[in-house]
């Protein structure tokens, strides 16, 4: 009966520390930027980072990886430039840029490219507001500036009595017109 009960007790000894491991591994998923912080300043490193990486092997096994992989970066020595890169590259620069483009465009294109921008951009940017601002005119409508607008309701009513009178008065002079050329016969 005794052995049962030590048995029970190391099996939950066993279960215990099965849990703590997978909430490791829950906890885990956080970790792969704090883990990045630890190997730029491991002083400004959180209590609870340290305290994770004492429990999970995983974490500090890439912890000491990315320290490795760190170390050899450092001993890495960059190739040097030539001593006579700079001038070249400068001389081949003032070379294109003094170079005679073949075509208009071309020659346009430098001069955008290499000329002096505070002369250019302005005067294209007005041009561009001009584009935009008779193109959207344009297409919304809005060149019909000079029609009146008709007021609504008794304007119309209006307007067409004085057409009715005014062709009334046309038709009066025509009546006119036409018994003076019969009269006249």
């Given amino acids: 009966m005794k052995q049962a009960g030590r048995d029970r007790q190391g099996s939950g000894v066993v279960i215990m520390e099965w ?7 829950a ?9 990045a912080s630890l190997l730029l300043d491991p002083v400004a490193a959180p209590a609870e980072v340290q305290t994770h990486l004492a429990g999970c092997d995983r974490c500090r096994r890439e912890l000491d990886e990315l320290q490795a992989a760190m170390a050899l970066l450092d001993t890495w020595k960059g190739p040097e430039p030539s001593p006579y890169f700079l001038t070249r590259l400068k001389a081949r620069l003032r070379d294109e840029s003094e170079a005679e483009p073949a075509s208009w465009l071309a020659r346009l294109r430098v001069r955008f490219a290499y000329g002096q921008p505070s ?7 007005m041009a561009l507001t001009f584009v935009l601002l008779v193109g959207g005119g344009a297409y919304l409508g809005i060149t019909d500036w000079d029609q ?18 005014n062709n009334a008065q046309l038709l009066d002079q025509l009546e006119a017109l036409s018994s003076n050329n019969e009269s006249g016969d």
């Fill in 19 to 25: 849990m703590r491991k997978e909430r490791m591994k």
């Fill in 27 to 35: 906890n885990c998923a956080g970790m792969d930027a704090e883990l």
């Fill in 148 to 165: 009146p607008s008709a007021a609504p309701g008794q304007a119309a009513v209006v307007h067409d009595l004085q057409t009715m009178e």
């Fill in 119 to 125: 002369h250019v951009r302005p005067l294209a940017a």
